[in-house]
């Protein structure tokens, strides 16, 4: 998760064409490993979006919520068609989403089990 801190204001209007350009994805974590190399701490995670897409690697900022061993098995929602962004010596390729909270960066999940890959709509 390549995530600035942000505010609390509501952001600009857009259209929903424009939001129909964002492909959101459930992916289940498989690993997570410390991200070391980085000024605000964070966690080098791959996250498996099924057949279609495959496992992706991003750089979460949610150290404060999760430990690595535990991120293993859960499904998460991510966006799957930013461009890949270099981080150090690690290329994030999606953005793990999450709730900015008074205990840290909380992930968004799905309430049940889904398939790897299906998509938010």
């Known amino acids: 998760m390549f995530l ?11 259209t929903f064409e424009e939001f129909a350009k964002v492909d959101i994805r459930v992916g289940e974590i ?3 490993e410390p991200f070391d190399q980085v000024k605000m701490p964070a966690y080098k995670v791959w996250v ?11 750089s979460a ?4 919520c999760y430990e690595p061993e ?5 499904q998460v929602l991510a966006v799957v068609n930013f461009p890949p962004k270099q981080i150090k010596n690690f ?3 999606v953005l793990v989403l999450g709730i ?22």
């Not at 535990?70 to 859960?74: C, D, Q, S, T």
């Open 4 to 14: 600035a801190r942000i505010t609390m204001a509501i952001k600009e209007t857009i």
């Open 30 to 32: 498989v690993a997570a």
């Open 48 to 58: 498996d979006f099924g057949e279609e897409i495959g496992v992706k690697k991003s």
């Open 61 to 64: 900022q949610i150290t404060e």
């Open 70 to 74: 535990a991120l293993v098995g859960k």
């Open 91 to 93: 290329m994030s390729e």
């Open 100 to 121: 900015y909270t008074a205990q840290g960066v909380v992930l968004i999940q799905p309430e049940q089990s889904v398939n790897k890959g299906d998509k938010l709509g």
